[in-house]
């Protein structure tokens, strides 16, 4: 089946989609956004973490159907013009980009965070963060990432 879709603003046309496909193949198999990364494929890890009509979901658990008439933004759409996002500087700047894998879902879920509260505590972090699996780091230098990213000034949304 063909699908129609809006992702980081723009309209996208998938063909050959099969009714059980997931946002997350459509989106890095099909449409060639290979940010969010296909880790768990149960909701577990975060690695694939996607705005959904402005709220973060796991785009593993979401069939690309079901993304139809709605708004998609990746981590590859919060940059903008060419600049990254201050929260995606931030966790080059502090480090916390390691192997890569959990980095898409850690950078939308801080962005999500950072939204709803510009200056988190550390458990307000931590708890943010809570469905975001790492296999490389202790989580130090993601918790400087996000601290930092709370302290630079607004950069592109």
Avoid at 66 to 71: I, N
Avoid at 76 to 94: N, T
Wanted: charged share 25%.
């Amino acid at each position: 089946m063909r699908i129609e879709l809006t992702v980081n603003g723009a309209t996208h046309e998938v063909d050959d989609v099969w009714e059980g496909e997931s946002l997350l193949y459509a989106l890095r198999e099909r449409m060639g956004l290979p940010g969010s990364k296909n880790a768990c494929e149960q909701g577990e890890c975060g690695s694939c973490t996607v705005y959904l009509d402005g709220l973060p979901v796991c785009s593993c658990l979401v069939a690309a159907g079901q993304a139809v008439g709605r708004e998609v933004t990746t981590v590859e759409g919060l940059s903008a013009q060419g600049e990254l996002h201050r929260v995606q500087q931030a966790f080059v700047e502090a480090g916390a980009v390691q192997c890569g894998f959990c980095t898409p879902g850690l950078i939308v879920t801080t962005h999500d965070l950072l939204e709803r509260n510009p200056q988190p505590s550390d458990p307000e972090i931590r708890e943010a963060l809570a469905g975001n699996l790492c296999r490389c780091t202790g989580y130090e230098k993601i918790m400087d990432a996000v601290r930092l990213a709370a302290r630079t000034e607004e950069g592109p949304r």
